[in-house]
Nanobody, 123 residues
Framework: VQLQASGGGSVQVGGSMRLSCVAS????????LGWFRQAPGKEREFVAA????????DYADSVKGRFTTSRDNARNTMYLQMNSLKAEDTADYYC?????????????????WGQGTQVTVSS
């Protein structure tokens, strides 16, 4: 499966942004999906994940209550709605996929990755 993330850009502190991740292929619903981010000079970190089937979700503590991930299997698309953005949310955001129920929070278990989309939050 190939993944394409989009929707990044610049926003002020406190603002909102929605990222999208579109996947190719006809078995999108078989994949567990995740969002990760990497800030300059830092390691890639887990942000949010959504499983297949019951679409259970999991979030990093740093984004709980502010970010929401969802998926539309009919459109082969996953979303990340980001509200109350903070300067520390600035990073390149990546989407990832792997076969299985999920949700999975460890980046090493993901098989497929999209290119990053840059999010900049400024005051």
């Amino acid at each position: 499966v190939q993944l394409q993330a989009s929707g990044g850009g610049s926003v002020q502190v406190g603002g909102s942004m929605r990222l999208s991740c579109v996947a190719s292929g006809r078995t999108f619903s078989s994949y567990a999906l995740g969002w990760f981010r990497q800030a300059p000079g830092k390691e890639r970190e887990f942000v949010a994940a959504i499983g297949r089937g019951d679409m259970a979700t999991d979030y990093a503590d740093s984004v709980k209550g502010r970010f929401t991930t969802s998926r539309d299997n009919a459109r082969n698309t996953m979303y990340l709605q980001m509200n109350s953005l903070k300067a520390e949310d600035t990073a390149d955001y990546y989407c990832a996929a792997r076969l299985g129920q999920g949700p999975f929070v460890t980046p090493q278990v993901y098989e497929y990755w999209g290119q990053g989309t840059q999010v900049t939050v400024s005051s």
